[in-house]
Nanobody, 127 residues
Framework: QVLLVESGGGLVQAGGSLRVSCAAS????????MGWFRQTPGKEREFVSG????????DYASSVLGRFTISRDNAQNTVSLVMNSLKPEDTADYFC????????????????????WGQGTQVTVSS
């Protein structure tokens, strides 16, 4: 069974920073691509960032490129997203997701490729 637990959301002023983290429980973390998605009421869940199994490849939505940084610690089974220069439009529920087990070395932006999801953590950016 795969369990993903996010933490680190909260309220921050525009221009500030937050770090959200995801603790994953599975037998072999390195067989899973990891991603972060976000969702606001009435909208579809959207891709924010993803990272390959090894951590050597990353991908970002254009709206966060240059501001957000994804990383993973394969020894600790965690994946994190550091969010800088936050904007009010970054306000959303942020979800950690795992895709696998897989041998793929690429990062996926498609939520249908992700089989396991966390419960989400809320990020609110005030103007």
């Amino acid at each position: 069974q795969v369990l993903l637990v996010e933490s680190g959301g909260g309220l921050v002023q525009a221009g500030g920073s937050l770090r959200v983290s995801c603790a994953a429980s599975m037998n072999t973390f390195t067989l899973y691509r990891m991603g972060w998605f976000r969702q606001t009421p009435g909208k579809e869940r959207e891709f924010v960032s993803g990272i390959s199994r090894s951590g050597g490849r990353t991908d970002y939505a254009s709206s966060v490129l240059g501001r957000f940084t994804i990383s993973r610690d394969n020894a600790q089974n965690t994946v994190s997203l550091v969010m800088n220069s936050l904007k009010p439009e970054d306000t959303a529920d942020y979800f950690c997701a795992a895709s696998g087990p897989t041998t793929s070395t690429v990062v996926s932006r498609n939520p249908r490729d992700y089989h396991y999801w966390g419960q989400g953590t809320q990020v609110t950016v005030s103007s």
